[in-house]
């Protein structure tokens, strides 16, 4: 099946740090998506987007649909505490028929965040 | 708040039982999905529903496994003769098919075969 390529695997980074991460394929997708999800629980929606070199923000949180529609990226600024979690990107891809039923996920970046 | 609600949280089982988990999507939502994610991987999808109808099925659902949308409403989804290799969280999802499609997660119903 159709991966997505998350880096880095984990990050271990100070309160207040800024963090990047990245999701990249070798498929084109029509919509990216960014999740992050805490024990136990599952995954919340953090930002979407839709066309390519689309930047959008959350809070302290910023992504971008890559121009080449096969990567996007997410950063989050100052972190905190309750940043603790994984984050997953996820899309469907474009040779699904485009439509958006059938998300891919990436295994994530584990995020921790040292007070 | 009306998110998607699933039940149980937790299931323990013997090997070679039956389980049932309910989904219960955000009330205005006409599409339903299932997956199952182990540790350490994403979620995978499982199946897909348009109201009631079931319009896909993944591989990775066995011919163990169903999923049923009666009224167009909650979802269960049966694992017959449990297996170790079941063990997982199964995720359940809704969306509105119109605008842009973005599906919501429950908390999902963690399962354990012993």
């Known amino acids: 099946g159709q991966q997505l390529n998350q880096s880095p695997q984990s990050m271990f980074i100070q309160e207040g740090e800024d963090v990047s991460m990245n999701c990249t394929s070798s498929?084109?997708?029509?919509?990216w998506l960014w999740y992050k999800q805490d024990p136990g629980e599952g995954p919340v929606l953090l930002i979407a987007l839709y066309k390519a070199g689309e930047l959008t923000s959350n809070g302290r949180l910023t992504a971008q649909f890559g121009t080449t529609r096969k990567d996007s990226f997410l950063n989050i600024s100052a972190s905190i505490p309750s940043d603790v979690g994984i984050y997953f990107c996820a899309g469907p891809p474009l040779h699904s028929g485009g439509s958006n039923y059938k998300l891919t996920f990436g295994k994530g970046t584990l995020l921790t965040v040292n007070p | 708040d009306t998110g998607v609600s699933q039940d149980p949280r937790h299931k323990i089982t013997k090997r070679g039982q039956n389980v049932t988990f309910r989904c219960d999507p955000i009330s205005e939502h006409n599409r339903l999905y299932w997956y199952r994610q182990t540790l350490g991987q994403g979620p995978e999808f499982l199946t897909y529903f348009q109201n009631e109808a079931q319009l896909e099925k993944s591989r990775l659902l066995s011919d163990r496994f169903s999923a049923e949308r009666p009224k167009g409403s909650f979802s269960t989804l049966e694992i017959q003769r449990t297996e170790q290799g079941d063990s997982a969280m199964y995720l359940c999802a809704s969306s509105w098919r119109g605008g842009k499609n973005i599906q919501y997660f429950g908390a999902g119903t963690r399962l354990s075969v012993l």
């Open positions: 498929s084109i997708f029509n919509t």
